[in-house]
């Protein structure tokens, strides 16, 4: 069965048992390029079981793939970064979550997407909308560009059920302290009213609205000089793509540009 792992579980994080943050490193210690936004793929055997040698003698595994967005920067050359939520009754993370520190698993040397910061220019104002693990590409984005003059201003928002369900969210703030361009706003919606939770409440679509976003930001949210990227349920983007289109938004296509970029979880 070691035949079929390529990589090691260097790190994880539990959130709380539905969500963990993991880092895996290549056990050949090459960490494939990639630009911040991009997606691979991990796999675990499908059996645990010693596998069945095929007519070649070589041993056949059946691996079972999931594709992950990256939330390490393109700059960490020693691991690749994972957030992800536990599925019930899903072939993968019901095995990964067994898993632990120092446990193999299958990395693919690929990775692939078109969800990137490519197509845009420097200096527009950047709107990261995101639910639960869809925080993962724009963390990637925030650690690489951060201080780079990439965007004028950056905003973060991000939607969960409950506080417990908040990543990155410390790193996050750090950055909107130390950076008076850069925002961050979590959101719950399913919070209990008696919780110490002291943040907004509602879905991302409260904090897009003009007269909320003018006095957070400062500036109008404008297709002249906004680009909005979404990532995460695909009930949020389209909710949030029909609004931002009738303020003159335009989905963003490789043969026909737009401001309005997305990135469905399932």
């Keep these: 069965m070691q035949a079929v792992y390529n990589a090691t579980i260097v790190e994880q994080y539990e959130l709380n048992p539905l969500a963990r943050i993991i880092k895996v490193r290549p056990d050949s210690g ?13 796999g675990l055997p499908l059996d645990e079981e010693p596998p069945k040698s095929g007519p070649d003698g070589k041993p ?16 960490a050359r020693d691991h690749m970064e994972f957030f992800m ?25 690929k990775v692939t997407g078109e969800f990137t910061l490519t197509s845009v220019p420097d200096g527009k104002d950047l709107v990261f909308v995101a639910t639960g693990t869809g925080i993962a590409p724009f963390v990637s984005m925030i650690r690489r560009y951060r201080g780079t003059g990439r965007w004028r201003r950056a ?16 790193e996050l703030e750090q950055v909107a302290r130390e950076d008076d361009n850069f ?14 939770w002291r943040g907004m409440r509602g879905r991302v679509q409260q904090a897009l609205e003009p007269k909320f976003y003018e006095k957070l930001v400062g ?41 309005i970029h ?4 399932w």
């Design 30 to 42: 090459e960490v494939p390029n990639f630009e911040p936004g991009q997606f691979t793929t991990l």
């Design 60 to 75: 056949r595994v059946k691996l079972i793939r999931r594709a992950y967005s990256m939330a390490s920067s393109n700059q």
């Design 85 to 109: 939520s536990f599925v019930g009754g899903g072939r993968m993370t019901t095995r990964l979550w067994k898993r632990k520190q120092g446990d193999p698993i299958w990395l693919s040397p």
């Design 155 to 170: 905003v973060a928002l991000v939607g969960y059920r409950l506080a417990r369900d908040i990543g990155y969210g410390a």
């Design 183 to 196: 925002f961050y706003v979590p959101m719950v919606t399913r919070e209990p009213e008696d919780s110490d």
């Design 219 to 259: 500036t109008p949210l404008t297709p002249e000089q906004s680009h909005v990227f979404m990532c995460g349920n695909p009930a949020m983007i389209d909710g949030v793509q029909a609004m931002l289109e009738a303020r003159g938004f335009k989905a963003h296509k490789l043969n026909d540009p737009g401001n």
């Design 262 to 265: 997305f990135e469905r979880y």
